[in-house]
């Protein structure tokens, strides 16, 4: 490949830059290089360039593609020399030119909202008017009249903070920064929030100062309002926060500005206020809110200051979340009210910046001629023709007994006037009747949310290839992004642009739980959602909190109209009853199986410490599934068996292609006339879940209901064996007596499932005593063990123990959207948040190991995947947690070696004695998949701290053989294969 580099370097930078460019290729100009170069190469200059990086460092590599286009692979250094394409400015002024000359001006007795110099009454003013249509639009219900009227009071409320003079004067001194998605603030480098309150803060500040005042305005309202003002921006980072509430936050800013000036800014918001007042009285006369709800006065000011620092004296600012406790009418009750602060948080935000993007004087002409409402018709959907492929989908289905089943069920969904929840058996065709029940319901969008990646690949797969291959399909998650099929990646443009967006609960989560992704709750609400196999959210901590939420969020819309479908073989009729408040006898419907095969279930009872003489380390063939509860257990079957069976392997613990190429191969070779290409799957939980693929025999390791029924699910799942299935079901004797004593039932009480899981098995044991029965009677035994009283009370503490745990981790605010001040810069790569949903998630990185002979496994020289030349492409990435790795005593290992290893990393600079502060920046890197915490190393690394010795007995690799890749394991892990070996 051919490519140029130019350096904008200054000072000592320049001579460093040069030296290194100067090695690699030929200087065509002062400051422009061009080579020929591979893609080693190319990675080792970047490596070297970041080695030696300060701010006065700034080189870009543009790869040569054709005589005519060049493609910006990275920038090294200070980003601001160059654009987003990496060219570089040749001039620039900072005197008005022709373009300019309808610019604003500020005024000196004005206030502003930004730098675009929108007077701050107009920009209050629209923003809560935007707000309240957007509240309307969204639950289209007229008995949230008065949450829309708190939308409008805290769209102008929620900038009175700018009304400080530090804020106008920062605003009027000319050009600053664009905004970004947390809006605009004070960005001077002499200027620090660590010591000042940031303008939410000081907007919450002025509400509670005239709190007392409001009319009309019960205390849930005004929870919501403080809530909204405070949380339209993200909370910032601070170093040593001195601001623990709004009494702290006036007290800094008495210090700061004085009693005088505080009393100033007070008349200042009132005379705002009754300009506001005037202006929404000319644009519509039922528009009177502030004179009704926010009559304030200065008439006894002094009062009011004493009054406020003893009222909210120690009261901390307004929970993000807020959860007391596991009883179920007092959670139902902080759900509500917290699916109630998302949407109005969501309509607030979403107003602000598209008023934000207004030019001043677009946004006057707008509220002068009464045309704020045709900002509202530009964010509206356009309408699609998701209801013609919908339509050409069904007609590929012949007319059946089960089809007509499955439109007397989908006419039982359309009439439900709350959230419909599909009860399908296995194979009943929930995916068929999802559409059905859109296009019955006349759906222009649909969301398609699904627990996991691999449940996306699957519902993706069967849209796009069996059901509507025309239509604009999208699969949307961290890891994928493709729109029709795998070979056509999505354009960043058209993100989330499809007629069905197939994506994970964690995409739309972060409409709740971030400040950037805030305003796509509003899509999220106006579209037809399918939540598929939602029961698996029920023992994920934090989850099954937040997609009550999002639930709560959709009750909201008018009757008839919530425009939701709950689907699961496995309804956990005990949540949707006392969490979600769904009545089931009236708004869940079942679609029965019309499987006729019959079944059969054998326990078989298996010793921990005599692993391989378990089930899952048994030679198998003839169409089998082996499933486990782990991806560990998976992976030393296959290893143990790679050479005796014809099986394929499927778990979470791949790297990304490996994911995706893996799963098309299960995919294919056991889906309804699939190829056959293998006899065994062996697998984690991931494939019990909306895969469409079938075997004739299956061993699954014991679990809680929802997973054994899932996974009977693949067990002929097409009803096409005439001899009796059978399910073995492997199980430890400390899980039959609910135990924590081994691995095993350890794991299981892990996931809040161990004491559903020993009440399953003993209902089973006396209802089915090793009988025949066919699906649609195990689904009614299923029915059967919710009704019974008894039961219920049990698997209500195991679902207790995974809502307080959940309520806990949100007590911890690790769901707080907070914002780190920092420069933007263009980079699109995928990072991991500090408060990431999915647990403390590190990028990792590992060394190859062949695992053809696992007795004697070869080292290979050779990482798991490298780094990609181009600074906007993904890594072929893995992750791991932190915890893990921690448990394993790698995190030491690394913080002592790898500086010496990686002369670049930023670790390097901190003296082996400062061993904390190495953990500090290893952790924090470590989100970014340019700095990945490496799991093990290369033999050419390790020479560099000592050689093979150095190897750690805990390092995780990434196993292949020349079957596939075994993904993820520990080199311990795999030690336990060898009988002559004891295992700890």
């Not at 029965?773 to 035994?781: A, D, N, V």
């Not at 390097?908 to 700095?931: C, F, H, Q, W």
Request: hydrophobic content about 35%; overall charge neutral.
């Amino acid at each position: 490949m051919i490519v140029t580099f130019v350096s904008q370097c200054e000072k000592k930078a320049l001579p460093r830059t040069r030296r290194v460019l100067d090695a690699f290729a030929n200087r065509i100009g002062n400051n422009t290089w061009q080579t020929v170069i591979t893609e080693d190469g190319l990675i080792a200059v970047k490596k070297l360039l970041r080695k030696t990086v300060t701010k006065n460092t700034a080189v870009s590599c543009h790869w040569i593609r054709s005589r005519r286009r060049s493609e910006l692979l990275w920038i090294v250094g200070n980003r601001q020399k160059f654009n987003s394409e990496g060219i570089v400015p040749v001039n620039s002024t900072q005197k008005d030119v022709f373009m300019d000359i309808t610019t604003m001006k500020p005024k000196q007795n004005e206030f502003y909202a930004n730098t675009h110099l929108q007077p701050l009454a107009l920009h209050s003013f629209a923003v809560g008017y935007i707000a309240r249509k957007l509240l309307e639009q969204a639950v289209n219900d007229d008995d949230y009249g008065q949450l829309a009227n708190i939308a409008f009071l805290a769209g102008i409320l929620h900038d009175l903070g700018k009304l400080e003079l530090q804020f106008q004067g920062w605003v009027k001194k000319g050009k600053q920064k664009e905004p970004d998605d947390d809006g605009q603030h004070i960005d001077n480098s002499t200027f620090s929030f660590d010591k000042h309150p940031r303008h939410n803060e000081i907007s919450l500040f002025l509400f509670n100062l005239f709190e007392n005042q409001c009319k009309g305005i019960n205390n849930p309202l005004k929870t919501a309002l403080q809530h909204v003002i405070y949380w339209h921006h993200a909370k910032p980072w601070r170093q040593n926060d001195q601001f623990t509430g709004v009494v702290k936050a006036y007290d800094i800013l008495l210090k700061n500005i004085s009693r005088e000036k505080i009393e100033e800014l007070a008349q200042t918001t009132l005379q705002l206020l009754k300009r506001i007042h005037h202006i929404a009285q000319h644009y519509d006369e039922s528009l009177n809110q502030i004179e009704k709800n926010l009559p304030w006065s200065m008439e006894f000011f002094n009062t009011q200051i004493e009054d406020f620092c003893y009222q909210k004296n120690g009261t901390p600012f307004p929970e993000f979340k807020t959860y007391m406790s596991p009883d179920f009418e007092r959670l139902r009750l902080n759900i509500a009210t917290n699916a109630q602060h998302n949407i109005l948080r969501a309509c607030v935000i979403s107003a602000d910046r598209l008023i934000s993007s207004l030019s001043a004087n677009d946004l006057s002409d707008y509220i002068s001629q009464n045309r704020l409402d045709e900002l509202l018709e530009n964010m509206q959907e356009e309408s699609t023709d998701l209801s013609s492929h919908l339509a050409d989908a069904l007609t590929r289905f012949p007319d059946s007994e089960r089809t007509r089943k499955q439109g007397e069920v989908v006419r039982k969904l359309a009439e439900i006037d709350d959230i419909a929840v599909l009860a399908g058996a296995a194979g009943c065709g929930k995916t068929k009747i999802a559409l059905e029940w859109a296009k019955l319901n006349n759906a222009q969008k649909i969301i398609w949310v699904c627990p996991r990646v691999q449940v996306c690949q699957g519902i993706f797969e069967e849209l796009t290839t069996q059901y509507m291959p025309e239509a604009k399909i999208e699969i949307f998650t961290g890891e994928f992004k493709y729109t029709h099929s795998w070979e056509k990646p999505t354009p960043e443009k058209d993100y989330f642009s499809g007629d069905i967006i197939v994506t994970t609960i964690d995409q739309i989560l972060g409409s709740i739980v971030t400040h950037t992704k805030v305003n796509s709750l509003l899509p999220f609400m106006n579209a037809h959602v399918v939540f598929d196999e939602y029961h698996e959210y029920i023992g994920m901590e934090i989850f099954n909190l937040l997609f009550a939420e999002l639930v709560a969020n959709k009750k909201m819309r008018s009757k008839g109209n919530k425009n939701t479908l709950l689907v699961s073989a496995t309804p956990h009729y005990l949540y949707l009853e006392k969490v979600l408040d769904i009545d089931t006898t009236y708004d869940a419907v079942e679609m029965p199986s019309f499987n006729p095969s019959q079944y059969k279930i054998e326990f078989v009872e298996f010793d921990e410490s005599d692993k391989l003489n378990s089930p899952f380390y048994q030679a198998y063939a003839d169409n089998t599934f082996i499933i486990s509860n782990t991806a560990q257990t998976a992976q030393l079957g296959f290893i143990y068996r790679q050479k005796t069976e014809k099986s394929v392997l499927f778990h979470s613990k791949f790297k990304r292609s490996d994911k995706k190429y893996w799963f098309n191969e299960v995919y294919e070779s056991f889906r309804k006339n699939g190829t056959r290409k293998f006899d065994v799957l062996r697998s984690g939980p991931i494939v019990q879940a909306s895969l469409n693929i079938s075997c004739d025999h299956m061993v699954s390791e014991m679990s809680h209901p929802e997973n054994i029924l899932q996974r009977l699910g693949r067990l002929d799942r097409f009803g096409d064996n005439t001899d009796i299935n059978v399910l073995k079901i492997a199980i430890t004797d400390n899980i039959k007596r609910g135990k924590q004593t081994d691995s095993s039932a350890r794991f299981l009480a892990k996931l809040h499932g161990l004491r559903s899981t020993k009440v399953w098995y003993e209902y089973l044991s006396d209802k089915l005593d090793d009988r025949i029965f066919t699906l649609p009677e195990i689904y009614q035994l299923y029915k059967a063990f919710y009704d019974d009283e008894t039961i219920r009370s049990i698997i209500s503490q195991d679902l207790d123990d995974a809502l307080n745990s959940s309520i806990q981790l949100i007590n911890k605010k690790v769901t707080e959207p907070t914002r780190v001040i920092k420069i933007k810069t263009a980079e699109r790569k995928t990072k991991i948040s500090k408060n990431s949903l999915r647990g403390d998630n590190r990028f990792v990185q590992l060394a190859q190991l062949d695992v053809n002979d696992f007795n004697h496994p070869v080292f290979i020289n050779e990482y798991a995947y490298q780094p990609p030349l181009n600074d906007s492409n993904e890594a072929d990435n893995l992750t791991e947690s932190l915890s893990f790795i921690q448990n394993l005593g790698l995190f030491d290992f690394i913080a002592q070696k790898h500086g010496n290893i990686d002369t670049i990393h930023p670790v390097k600079g901190i003296p082996e004695k400062k061993m904390s502060a190495r953990k500090t920046v290893l952790e924090n890197y470590s989100r970014d998949p340019d700095y990945p915490l490496y799991l093990s190393y290369i033999e050419d690394d390790l020479n560099k701290v000592g050689g093979s010795s150095a190897r750690h007995s805990e390092a995780v690799y990434y196993a292949i053989c020349d079957k596939q890749p075994v993904g993820a394991i520990g080199l311990k892990t795999i030690s336990t294969l060898n009988p002559n070996q004891t295992e700890e």
